[in-house]
């Protein structure tokens, strides 16, 4: 039997998809109920995969959403990943989708704000950079629960981790995150470049998610 379409093309679909994929991300989000401090990263993925599923604009969209999708065929000398959320295309490849990795930042505890900046850089973009996640793919997304509802607070901390890491990130010196070249006026959005063992460039699109929204709309 032949098969439709080859893999450049499967890869071309997943970079018209992106546009499409960040404003239901941000736009879902929106509905989403109030959210406790205490609340892990988890279940706060669950409840909100389960909002983009539900969300009207996901019916009309070429591709299904999983929650923590397990890729098996990834890079060699790398693990296998949990993928938080992934937005896969009708083919015949499951190593051709769109990963989005949420962490949680800007936490407040009895001992005061943590930020988990670090982490989110050590613990969720170098999984892209590696190529634990989309190995195959040119587009990849960060999801920040921001609980402070400080965004450029948030930018700002994880600016400076990205800059410290910027050499293992695969980024040209000094590391810096710019403006999303998708939804460049929105303040809620950036976007970093990164160099791994293919020759094209990987784009890494950041999008905080306030949580103080998310209470101001439940």
């Not at 800059?163 to 939804?183: A, E, W």
Request: overall charge neutral; aromatic content about 8%; proline content about 8%.
């Amino acid at each position: 039997m032949k098969s439709v379409g080859v893999p450049n093309e499967w890869i071309d679909l997943i970079d018209t998809m992106v546009p499409d994929i960040l404003d239901l991300v941000l736009s879902t989000w929106l509905q989403m109920p109030a959210i406790p401090p205490s609340t892990h990263e988890d279940p706060i993925t669950e409840a909100f995969c389960q909002r983009l599923r539900a969300n009207r604009d996901s019916g009309r969209l070429p591709f299904r959403i999983d929650i923590q999708f397990v890729e098996l065929d990834v890079s060699p000398g790398e693990d296998q990943g949990r993928l938080d959320i992934t937005f896969s295309p009708a083919i015949p490849r499951e190593d051709i989708y769109f990963c989005l990795e949420c962490k949680r930042l800007n936490v407040p505890s009895a001992t005061g704000l943590r930020r988990y900046a670090t982490e989110y850089v050590t613990r969720g973009m170098i999984k892209f950079v590696t190529g634990q996640y989309s190995s195959n793919v040119r587009h990849g997304g960060m999801l920040g629960y921001v609980f402070d509802g400080d965004l450029p607070g948030a930018f700002s901390a994880i600016a400076r981790a990205i800059r410290t890491h910027h050499k293992k990130l695969g980024m040209d010196p000094p590391g810096d995150m710019q403006p999303s070249s998708l939804r460049p006026f929105d303040s809620k959005c950036r976007e970093t470049r990164h160099r791994r063992q293919i020759k094209e460039y990987f784009l890494l699109h950041h999008l905080m998610a306030p949580t103080s929204q998310a209470i101001a709309n439940g």
